[in-house]
T-cell receptor, first 114, second 112 residues
């Protein structure tokens, strides 16, 4: 049984392009969290989603960033009109239940904006 | 809001020595305290956790202690090995589990 799957592992975009990051949670998990990690820094919460619902997006920038977790398929983190400051590692985590504090992380997507 | 402070930011030890990493938190309602290990190029992985009704928990060479009064908890690694070299994060989920707040991380180097 695969763990949390993220793709692509590496994504290179030019300024102004769109970046789409995908995350498939562990089997049986219906709660997805996205975190951003800058070099030499910790993990910053972005958004928490359940199937078809955004529960907490307090860590997400108000513009250019959006996230979804459709009924079928992976969760998507979308960054429109990327800028150099968006370059970072983006990690997805999943949990079985809302009250389950244990997070299972994917290997991340390294976004580089040229 | 919840704040988690972690010290030190970098720790270098000789193989076989012990390593201790400390975290403090601000939300007195927090009741679950995990530690994650992140190896180069990988996502964080849970290595040990403790709940507020327990003062100490041990799993082979790693242990976590909790002082609820002082609002701090620590990770202890004994008999360190080179493969323990990684970045370690403490965390404190907000009440309700919506958001886990991570410390800034400790980069541990174990010298052979």
């Amino acid at each position: 049984n695969a763990g949390v799957m993220q793709n692509p592992r590496h994504l290179v975009r030019r300024r102004g392009q769109e970046a789409r990051l995908r995350c498939s949670p562990m089997k049986g998990h219906s709660h997805v969290y996205w975190y951003r990690q800058l070099p030499e820094e910790g993990l910053k919460f972005m958004v928490y989603l359940q199937k078809e619902n955004i529960i907490d997006e307090s860590g997400m920038p108000k513009e250019r960033f959006s996230a979804e977790f459709p009924k079928e398929g992976p969760s998507i983190l979308r960054i429109q009109q990327v800028v150099r400051g968006d370059s970072a590692a983006y990690f997805c985590a999943s949990s079985w239940d809302q009250g389950e504090e244990k997070l299972f992380f994917g290997s991340g997507t390294q976004l580089s904006v040229l | 809001g919840e704040n988690v402070e972690q010290h030190p930011s970098t720790l270098s030890v000789q193989e076989g020595d012990s390593a201790v990493i400390k975290c403090t938190y601000s939300d007195s309602a927090s009741n679950y305290f995990p530690w994650y290990k992140q190896e180069l190029g990988k996502g964080p992985q849970l290595i040990i956790d403790i709940r507020s009704n327990v003062g100490e928990k041990k799993d082979q060479r790693i242990a976590v202690t909790l002082n609820k009064t002082a609002k701090h908890f620590s990770l202890h690694i004994t008999e360190t090995q080179p493969e323990d070299s990684a970045v370690y994060f403490c965390a404190a989920p907000r009440t309700g589990g919506f958001k886990t707040i991570f410390g800034a991380g400790t980069r541990l180097f174990v010298k052979a």
